[in-house]
């Protein structure tokens, strides 16, 4: 297993693998892929793994990083794992419970970062996406400022290296940078970003405030039917992006992953196959010139996959606001 990846300061002094692997499962996927996925990332030199308590992956991830680190294959410190706080478990008092919950099914004692995966508390409960009758999300009044001092607590006890947000637009990093009494700055924003959603302006603005930008969907999601439209555009299928790719000779994903890493994003990459697993990783092996950085730049369409439709009501619903 290498671990030469390259590697992001963060600004509490910890450090992030600027490739991670995504472990996201849409429900049409067999529940045996990601197992079988997550070993092949291993396996390959992935060091840096992203999941979730709402992804129902965090066992697989467990069982994964757990048998690699009994067969002396692996150390708990050669890996970056990140997981997230759900929007049911919003309530200060709840915080810790979802964390813990998210150790046991990883079988470790700590996550590397811990992330507040989405700024709409919703109602607490068993149900991941709780509804009313007419199907519409049941929503709760938490201020997440409040459950972000729920997780710097987590990570004074040890639980947490670091600690996170995901799917905020700079007036709610704002919000949570200037409450009173902030302990620990978000270290990272993990959102949406690609070639057709690049994200300039909330790049700009995590830059200036020293919060690493993680970009999820880079290469265009797995589409899934939940919440992708399927007449959108496939984005690895762009024809400038394919004629760039020839050009370096690489492949359309490894110019997309390649693209974010030279803007100084921390990107993510998911698949289930093992041809693409290690192309991916092969994206420290060259450079883009800045001629073709810009014609990347030029993609972008602000096409959001994935805009997340729960929580349109809510006065925290994140993707209404420009940036
Ligand atoms: P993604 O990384 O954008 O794309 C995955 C798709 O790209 C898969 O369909 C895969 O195809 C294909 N692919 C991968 N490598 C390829 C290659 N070398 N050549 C051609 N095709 C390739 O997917 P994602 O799962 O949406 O996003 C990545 C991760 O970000 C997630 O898994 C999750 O960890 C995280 N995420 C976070 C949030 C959040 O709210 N914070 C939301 C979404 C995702 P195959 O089917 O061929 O394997």
Not at 13 to 41: C, D, M, Q, S
């Amino acid at each position: 297993m290498s671990s030469n990846q390259q590697r992001v300061k963060l600004n509490d002094g910890h450090f992030i693998p600027a490739l991670g692997f995504g472990t996201y499962k849409p429900e049409e996927v067999p529940e045996n892929k990601p197992l079988e996925a997550i070993n092949l990332a291993l396996d390959a030199g992935f060091c840096h793994i992203d999941t979730a308590y709402v992804y129902q992956t965090e066992k697989d991830v467990g069982q994964a990083i757990r048998s690699k680190i009994t067969a002396g294959l692996l150390k708990r410190e050669d890996i970056f794992l990140t997981t997230k706080l759900w929007c049911t478990f919003f309530r200060p008092e709840l915080v810790r419970s979802n964390l813990e919950k998210s150790l046991k099914n990883l079988q470790l004692d700590y996550v590397d970062l811990y992330i507040l995966h989405y700024p709409v508390p919703m109602k607490p409960g068993e149900d991941l996406f709780p509804e009313d009758e007419h199907g519409n999300a049941l929503l709760d009044t938490v201020d997440f400022c409040a459950t972000w001092e729920a997780m710097e607590k987590c990570k004074d006890a040890g639980l947490v290296k670091s600690i996170g947000v995901s799917n905020f637009n700079s007036r709610q990093l704002e919000k949570i940078l200037n409450k009173p009494g902030l302990k620990y700055k978000p270290v990272c924003n993990q959102v949406e970003c690609h070639l057709y959603l690049n994200q300039s302006k909330l790049l700009n603005y995590c830059k200036s405030k020293d919060i690493v930008l993680v970009a999820y969907c880079a290469l265009g999601s797995q589409r899934p039917k939940r919440w992708v439209d399927p007449n959108s555009p496939v984005l690895l299928n762009d024809p400038v992006l394919c004629d760039i790719a020839k050009k370096h000779k690489r492949s359309p994903a490894q110019i997309a992953l390649r693209y974010h890493l030279q803007r100084g994003i921390v990107v993510l990459a998911q698949s289930y196959k093992e041809n693409e697993i290690k192309e991916n990783l092969q994206v420290f092996e060259f450079e883009l010139p800045s001629e073709d950085m810009k014609i990347l730049d030029g993609l972008n369409k602000n096409l959001r996959y994935a805009p997340a439709p729960f929580g349109k009501g809510h006065p925290e619903y994140p993707f209404s606001d420009e940036f």
